[in-house]
């Protein structure tokens, strides 16, 4: 649940590569083809994607009403 909230804090584009590298096992190869993406903008925008999820994820253990 905890991740599931994480991974709605993310923006739309953000959820679907999250989604299609992790969830569906994509390799950033495929993603990028999909979304018409070089492999290393999608590369950045994943890293990104998981700093802001770590962060969620870090503020949800220091606030007990969640």
């Not at 992790?22 to 290393?40: G, H, K, Q, S, V």
């Amino acid at each position: 649940q905890k991740l599931n909230r994480a991974i709605e804090e993310l923006k739309y584009d953000d959820r679907v590569l999250v989604h299609l590298y992790y969830f569906e096992e994509r390799t950033l190869a495929e993603i990028a083809t999909i979304l018409d993406a070089t492999r290393d903008a999608l590369k950045m925008r994943l890293a990104r994607a998981r700093q802001r999820m770590r962060k969620v994820l870090e503020e949800e253990e220091v606030d007990p009403r969640t």
